[in-house]
């Protein structure tokens, strides 16, 4: 019943920026916490991001910390995540994902109930 669907990745070159969103529709969206996730061929699901039903707070892997943003848009029923100055390592399929629960820590992915398709981000030196 709920869906989420990710777009606006890309081939870029490290240093440049991107802007992924993501659209939900099925439940309330007002409700859910929020997350991004991205993933690299033969890693496991790694946490990037986590949006509070508030859009404040947000918390970020150190990895993207300062260098990635992400936001929600609670009338449009979508998040986004700016991510500048890319580097190659943050070559991975990135996911959306939303959960019913709000907890202290949302950086497992377990924590979460749906899941989008995914969208690939490859930046390349």
């Known amino acids: 019943q709920v869906q989420l669907v990710e777009s606006g990745g890309g081939l870029v070159q490290a240093g440049d920026s991107l802007r992924l969103s993501c659209a939900a529709s099925?439940?309330?969206?007002?409700?859910?916490?929020m997350g991004w996730f991205r993933q690299a061929p033969g890693k496991d699901r790694e946490f990037v991001a986590a949006?509070?039903?508030?859009?404040?707070?947000?918390n970020y892997a150190d990895s993207v910390k300062g260098r990635f943003t992400a936001s929600r848009n609670n009338a449009k029923n979508t998040i986004y995540l700016q991510m500048n100055s890319l580097k190659p390592e943050d070559t991975a399929v990135y996911y959306c994902?939303?959960?019913?629960?709000?907890?202290?820590?949302?950086?497992?992915?377990?924590?979460?109930?749906?899941w989008g398709q995914g969208t690939q981000v490859t930046v390349s030196s």
């Open positions: 099925g439940r309330t969206f007002s409700t859910w916490t």
């Open positions: 994902a939303s959960a019913l629960r709000s907890l202290q820590r949302m950086v497992r992915p377990g924590l979460y109930d749906y």
């Open positions: 949006i509070p039903v508030s859009g404040l707070s947000i």
